[in-house]
């Protein structure tokens, strides 16, 4: 696997024609905005098409960030230029629910904050395993005063129970990777030195498999455990309506003065700089 | 919050605008019956039209009772007396469908028995937090030859999966602190001393939030996750009709010899008790 | 209960009228295929239609195995000569949906392997419990080429999450007791020295209860839970046609020949050699 960082990027390294990596190197946060669209579109797409590939492992490159939150200095009409996808969904979504359908098995690699977008890609894949040290989970929205807009109030109750759910979703607080693989938010966590190897393992193994045996198995659990797209729709509405609303711009603007959207605290502690917000 | 006690009521008290407080107390076990229902609507009516409120705790103030099984000893025709709630469900199960659908973040603090409504209650709560060491939940019904009838053949299976929850409704046995959170009965639960600071930072902290956000964050939730009314409906029919056959008159009048419905081992140990009727 | 074991059988013992016992002797490994199927429906068929059974624990007689995978030693036409059965599914799983449909509670006690049909056995009964160290579950298909054919992709996502169930799936691993309660597969593993006395005071407990309440109970539970039959329709056909494909016919061959079928390293650590069949 190629081992050049190229700054600013979502990077593709093929292990093997049966076994991707997708690596987010977005400097120095790994803020996911409308400029990282149409690059994670065509990865997607290859993932779609590719006839070989069976295998796919999303990782960071950024120390403490796996992918985190969406980019609040985009302006609007950057979100709002691209067309409606393949599926009818926004951009966004629509790349989040083509994940979830590919014939290739998808796996999450968490290492840093998985926050906002970084929590709905990962929840979006197939699987989740997390380093129980380095990973903090969570959608912080509802602590900005937004609506979660990826997917999350579609995903997360079928995945972890409502209770569980809701308690993610209200109280906006980052989940360890400990309290992550007990409430099943990951399927496993490991102790840090040990993820990389056992994501490795586990994707080489699967890309030893047949490819068409791996499809069929998961087109049969897609139909079993996926929300429609009806659901996952309104979200995205919710997510840019929350966004022009006052509650939510006078929180945003009180977390830009305090730091937010730059390597420090707040990026850091997200959790504990919203709980304090609005006292 | 008011720490005045009142004997025989289930309490209303407003820790801030935005943060309520319902305590349970109903000397001397917490028993609820449809003397309780009038009190517990209007708190729910309150709790849907209130501009302001953005959580509620529900907790006891009886020690070894978080709130536990209906009256039996109160008139048929009591309970039959409610016409139908708003939702066209009877009484006790409009309400507990009600809270489960209010824009209004619902968290269960579970110290002691929760049994038959108390778990219904909690299951109709959004979350639900334990004392690792003092609560006891269950749904004791199928161990006295009854059929549950307050929603939780439609909410434990989505929240703790067909297995755990068929378990739990066919061995009618007590459930401990640390099991509940395996199952994911619980969000989690906490050593005893540790509970109510933790649900208290928790309201808090979600009362701080804007409840917008809060509210059309839980609606999608409930797209996701809600049981269908239709399912919640038959479950009490099924109640009352299993009332009135011999099995559990049986079995009812055998537990009241042995001290049901008095402060005791029965109310205490009901999982044990319930073991050995048929036997 | 009759201790008396007869070779190649699958032996049904009534501890008591209301609590009966299935257990699986097929020597050597416990393997299932169609020589199986009618003395597994009838049954099926008896405790559909007994007045008085209550409860029903599967076990096994074989050392290391509760039950495994399919004979891919069979003709195909002894699979293709049954009839649909009575739900219209074909046999095995027309045999599994009754059992999760049966007014009697069903409890897999599971020691040594559930691979294949043994873990699709347990997954159409209503509780799993586990030898934390001697149980090993899994569905083994992918790892060979294969789809599953008895309702796993769409039962395992209902019980322990999408996320988890494609790991089991994709990955055709095994997993052990303690990863099975930690995932939901199994509702709780026990030091092997306590299953036993676990299961059976659960089953006699369940026994002494009375049967309408259970039946009822349970009835309500499955409008809640239970997959569609056209969910499950469609697995058998996947796993019969991937079954003539080369690409299952060729991993076959090889395991054939590393000793697959017979008593051996093969048959005891699968896992493992899925692992290293592609590569």
Redesign the interface.
Known sequence: MSKAIVAGEIRLARVSPEYWRVTFDLPPLNIFGPANIPQLEEIVSSLETNARVKVVVFDSAIEGFFLTHYDLLAKPEESAKFPPGRTGLQALPDMLVRISRAPV?SIASIRGRATGVGSELALAS???FASREKALLSQW???A????GGGP??R????????????V?????DIDGY?A????Y???SFPDAQLDAFVDG?AK??A???K???A???R??N?????PDS?IA??WD?FIN?LG?P??QE?IKKLMAQGFHRPGDVETRLGDYL?L???
């Open positions: 098995v197939d699987m989740r929205e509802v602590g005063g937004l609506v979660p109030m579609a997360l109750p079928r995945l972890i129970g409502r209770g569980r759910a809701l308690e979703l209200m109280t906006a607080n309290v693989e007990l409430y099943g990951v399927n496993r586990l193994r699967i030893s498999f047949d068409q045996a791996i069929e198995t998961k049969l659990v139909i079993a455990s996926l929300p659901e309104p979200e919710a929350s609303r509650a939510a929180r709980g917000l609005g006292r």
